[in-house]
């Protein structure tokens, strides 16, 4: 896959392996930290046998879209109050951290996510020193994404329990251990994603898909800005929102440089999410990390997507209370789920009812039971 960047417009080639069917791997993965709390990570039952990885098929990409844009919000300006709080300056955005108890009950049902990026695994495989071959703690914290202040109890573990410390790394670097920096940044960058391939319109040529985004005002630029998170909207605000001001000449007030940083980003994150796919199917002596194992639903979601011929794009549920965001066929839907389309229908009727009855005796207010707005559900 290729960024090419001729004057007008960027253009995304998309040639993708005629790969056989495959599915997203399904393992049973708890959360678990480490050193004091300073590394998270989920971890794969062990009791399981590899040999024997199952994989997920029985739900739609649609259906996985859907879970997953429910599960990550979208990036958003700081509040007034928030201002106040955090000291932060205006423009500053905010993008909510994930709750591993939802990624846990997300990866259970779905698929793994977080293995699929093969330069990122390489990266803890290589040798870094001439004695041992072992990663160093500050290494280590800066592959694992270790916040700064936890290195000394990672020095002290490195020092003093050798023996787990290189039984962790070895679990990283054998794919049953995952970083939860590596899940969350690739379950952020999926969204993204997936948000974007939403807002482009799909074009083929031989066949082959390959996505474009002119440079000019156009509905498809501001569907990139929203998508790909260039702009950010104030909390509460919809996709109606008009941010984009901008200085004559300037398209929307968001730079050139950015957009087209923003474009490259989106290239960068597909070809690391189809990397099982399309990656050279040697397998490495080294590491063993075999194709199955590292697959999962971003390999899945973003190949589906890409695949398919049919009109799709990221809607908000038209229910006023819900506006829940989903996936949908272009033309028809407008509600995200048939438990909110009926109870619009039954609102509508209601309404209906109550002008006909001109006699304006009060109606006895039937009991609706919807789907309540709280999209967070946690398990424990
Ligand atoms: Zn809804």
Same mark, same amino acid.
């Given at each position: 896959?290729?960024?090419?960047?001729?004057?007008?417009?960027?253009? !995304?080639?998309? $040639?993708?392996?005629?790969?056989?069917?495959?599915?997203?791997? !399904?393992?049973? #993965?708890?959360?678990?930290?480490?050193?004091?709390?300073?590394?998270?990570?989920?971890?794969?039952?062990?009791?399981?046998?590899? %040999?024997?990885?199952?994989?997920?098929?029985?739900?739609?990409?649609?259906?996985?879209? %859907?879970?997953?844009?429910?599960?990550?919000?979208?990036?958003?300006?700081?509040?007034?109050?928030?201002?106040?709080?955090?000291?932060? $300056?205006? =423009?500053?955005?905010?993008?909510?951290?994930?709750?591993?108890?939802?990624?846990?009950?997300?990866?259970?049902?779905?698929?793994?996510?977080?293995?699929?990026?093969?330069?990122?695994?390489?990266?803890?495989?290589?040798?870094?020193?001439?004695?041992?071959?072992?990663?160093?703690?500050?290494?280590?914290?800066?592959?694992?994404?270790?916040?700064?202040?936890?290195?000394?109890?990672?020095?002290?573990?490195?020092?003093?329990?050798?023996?787990?410390?290189?039984?962790?790394?070895?679990?990283?670097?054998?794919?049953?251990?995952?970083?939860?920096?590596?899940?969350?940044?690739?379950?952020? &960058?999926?969204?993204?994603?997936?948000?974007? !391939?939403?807002?482009?319109?799909?074009?083929?040529?031989?066949?082959?898909? *390959?996505?474009?985004?002119?440079?000019?005002?156009?509905?498809?630029?501001?569907?990139?800005?929203?998508? +790909?998170?260039?702009?950010?909207?104030?909390?509460?605000?919809?996709?109606?929102?008009?941010?984009?001001? =901008?200085?004559? =000449? &300037?398209?929307?007030?968001?730079?050139?440089?950015?957009?087209?940083?923003?474009?490259?980003?989106?290239?960068?994150?597909?070809?690391?999410?189809?990397?099982?796919?399309?990656?050279?199917?040697?397998?490495?002596?080294? =590491?063993?990390?075999? *194709?199955?194992?590292?697959?999962?639903?971003?390999? #899945?979601?973003?190949?589906?997507?890409?695949?398919?011929?049919?009109?799709?794009?990221? /809607?908000?549920?038209?229910? /006023? $209370?819900?506006?829940?965001?989903?996936?949908? *066929?272009?033309?028809?839907?407008? *509600?995200? +789920? %048939?438990?909110?389309?009926?109870?619009?229908?039954?609102?509508? /009727?209601?309404?209906?009812?109550?002008?006909?009855?001109?006699?304006?005796?009060?109606?006895?207010? /039937?009991?609706?039971?919807?789907?309540?707005?709280?999209?967070?559900?946690?398990?424990?």
């Amino acid at each position: 896959m290729s960024g090419m960047n001729t004057r007008n417009p960027y253009r !995304l080639g998309v $040639s993708l392996a005629s790969a056989r069917s495959f599915y997203p791997t !399904l393992r049973v #993965w708890r959360y678990g930290t480490e050193f004091g709390g300073g590394f998270r990570f989920l971890e794969a039952d062990p009791t399981k046998p590899e %040999d024997e990885l199952e994989t997920q098929s029985d739900y739609s990409f649609n259906e996985l879209a %859907d879970h997953l844009l429910g599960l990550v919000e979208p990036i958003r300006l700081l509040t007034a109050q928030e201002l106040e709080r955090t000291g932060f $300056s205006e =423009g500053f955005g905010i993008k909510e951290d994930l709750e591993p108890s939802e990624v846990v009950e997300f990866v259970n049902r779905f698929g793994q996510i977080g293995l699929a990026d093969y330069l990122r695994l390489a990266k803890l495989q290589r040798k870094f020193t001439i004695d041992k071959g072992e990663l160093t703690p500050e290494q280590a914290l800066a592959l694992l994404e270790i916040p700064y202040r936890f290195l000394p109890i990672l020095k002290k573990s490195y020092k003093e329990e050798p023996k787990r410390w290189r039984s962790m790394i070895r679990k990283i670097q054998d794919g049953d251990l995952i970083p939860f920096a590596w899940i969350q940044k690739d379950l952020f &960058d999926l969204a993204r994603c997936i948000q974007i !391939l939403l807002a482009l319109d799909k074009n083929y040529l031989d066949n082959k898909t *390959y996505l474009t985004l002119p440079r000019m005002r156009s509905k498809e630029l501001r569907r990139f800005l929203f998508a +790909s998170e260039a702009v950010m909207l104030p909390k509460g605000e919809d996709e109606n929102y008009l941010p984009l001001g =901008g200085k004559k =000449g &300037d398209p929307w007030g968001v730079s050139e440089r950015k957009i087209k940083s923003k474009w490259q980003e989106f290239a960068v994150n597909l070809n690391r999410f189809l990397t099982p796919i399309t990656y050279n199917a040697i397998r490495r002596e080294e =590491g063993a990390l075999t *194709y199955q194992k590292t697959l999962g639903v971003e390999t #899945w979601l973003i190949y589906e997507i890409l695949n398919s011929r049919a009109s799709i794009i990221e /809607k908000k549920c038209a229910r /006023k $209370s819900c506006q829940r965001r989903f996936v949908g *066929y272009r033309s028809t839907a407008r *509600y995200c +789920s %048939d438990t909110c389309s009926a109870v619009e229908r039954n609102r509508r /009727k209601r309404e209906r009812d109550r002008s006909k009855d001109s006699s304006g005796r009060s109606q006895k207010k /039937k009991q609706t039971k919807g789907r309540t707005n709280a999209k967070k559900k946690t398990v424990r």
